[in-house]
């Protein structure tokens, strides 16, 4: 859909040197809303246990959500790093008797961390994208050429259902969970 736009654009732009800025995917005319997203994640993930490297499923659960970055990094420190840092005193008294753990704790909140720092600013974005401009070129098209149906990329026919549960998150999973 986003090559077939480009495509088009190019194509209508040709002899035209401007800026014409269009979007396609979540926006005013079909938006994904914040909460789906956790929804999505907890369907996916209750169907398709990730199996830890230890062989064993991950239990999910109903996500906390919190409104901004801050509040967030807040809920870690108290709830996360505070007790790390509580058990990295202990290991350090104990001889690193409990330096497994500590490693193990570690690595997951640092790569809960990392996951935040990729999607943190989507998740706190409270704008909605303007997808007029695709909408009058996905016109012009369809009035002046027969090959409208060859480059349709209309996203008001994106199901997110369908793109978050059998393609945006088994990516994640494949490329990101390693």
């Given amino acids: 859909m986003v090559v077939n736009a480009i495509v088009v654009a190019m194509v209508a732009h040709a002899n035209q040197p401007n800026e014409s800025i269009y979007h396609v995917g979540s926006s005013v ?16 993930f209750t169907k398709h246990p990730w199996i830890n490297k230890d062989g064993k499923p991950v239990i999910v659960g109903k996500v906390t959500v ?12 108290v709830r996360y790093l505070l007790p790390l840092k509580g058990l990295q005193i202990v290991n350090a008294a104990c001889c690193q008797y409990f330096r497994g753990k500590y490693l193990d704790l570690y690595r997951k ?25 695709t909408e009058k070129l996905r016109r012009s098209v369809r009035e002046s050429s027969e090959d409208a149906d060859i480059f349709y990329f209309d996203p008001k ?21 390693k």
Wanted: net charge negative; aromatic share 22%; charged share 20%.
């Fill in 157 to 177: 026919i994106i199901n997110w259902d369908d793109y978050f549960m059998d393609t945006h998150i088994p990516g994640v999973v494949k490329h990101v969970f």
């Fill in 66 to 77: 919190l409104n901004t970055m801050a509040s967030f990094r807040r809920y870690m420190a």
């Fill in 109 to 133: 909140i640092k790569f809960v961390m990392r996951l935040i720092d990729l999607y943190g600013p989507y998740l706190f974005f409270k704008g909605v994208y303007d997808d007029l401009n």
């Fill in 29 to 44: 005319s079909n938006p994904v809303e914040f909460t789906w997203l956790q929804d999505y994640g907890y369907q996916y």
